[in-house]
């Protein structure tokens, strides 16, 4: 099955400065790629998404890039906030349906003011 | 309504209570996931549900049954769990469309403390 691997599993960034968390995987059917914000007591959400087609993906400050051949995928983000501190999963499906989505081990994101 | 909605949103029970969480959308989604969250651990798959029947099962104790009674509503019965099965339980939904990338929006999650 399918094994995503998260680094780092914590980071810690000035407020303004960019943050960039990676993910690999072992699956080379696998070909969507969501990241998900999840804050303290809440519900996971997707913030960005990238399928296997495509390489690179922006929105605002958010940033995606994909490399199948590396089976690698990484989430940019710049200007950081306060408001951005939680914790950020990757994920990776396949299939028809991609509703086998497995998850990275996560990282906290704490943007210090 | 395009929120996925599930009760209760905390659960205390013995060892050898049965109980149930119950997960509800209106947003005609025809998937439905149940997920199961340590403490500072990823969403972990347990069930997946596609036009009603169950699709995806990920090797669950049967002390967990899940059921999906219509295309808006999926429970999870619980039945002599055990201390370790404490954790987070998202309910999750999507579209279903061959080859397009279905995302999958989570409820808030019923917090289960099995004592």
């Known amino acids: 099955g399918e094994n995503v691997e998260q680094h780092p599993s914590t980071l810690s960034v000035q407020e303004g400065d960019s943050a960039v968390i990676k993910c690999t995987y072992s699956d080379s059917a696998s070909n969507y790629f969501p990241w998900y914000k999840q804050e303290l007591g809440k519900r996971p959400q997707l913030i960005i998404d990238i399928r296997s087609n495509v390489g690179e993906k922006k929105d605002q400050r958010i940033a995606v890039t994909l490399n199948k051949t590396a089976k690698h995928f990484s989430l940019h983000i710049t200007e950081t906030q306060p408001e951005d501190s939680a914790v950020y999963f990757c994920a990776a499906s396949r299939g028809l349906n991609n509703n086998d989505m497995r998850f990275g081990a996560g990282t906290r994101l704490t943007v210090k003011p | 309504d395009t929120e996925v909605t599930q009760t209760p949103k905390h659960l205390v029970m013995g060892m050898t209570n049965k109980k149930s969480l119950k997960c509800e959308q209106h947003m005609g989604h025809r998937a439905m996931y149940w997920y199961k969250q340590k403490a500072k651990k990823p969403p972990e798959l347990m069930f997946v549900?596609?036009?009603?029947?169950?699709?995806i099962n990920e090797s669950v104790p049967s002390r967990f049954s899940p059921e999906c009674p219509n295309s808006s509503l999926l429970n999870l019965h619980l039945h002599a769990l055990q201390p370790e099965d404490s954790a987070l339980y998202l309910c999750?939904?999507?579209?279903?469309?061959?080859?397009?990338?279905?995302?999958?929006?989570f409820g808030p999650g019923t917090r289960l403390t099995v004592l």
């Open positions: 549900y596609s036009y009603e029947k169950l699709s």
């Open positions: 999750a939904s999507s579209q279903v469309r061959l080859r397009i990338y279905n995302e999958q929006f």
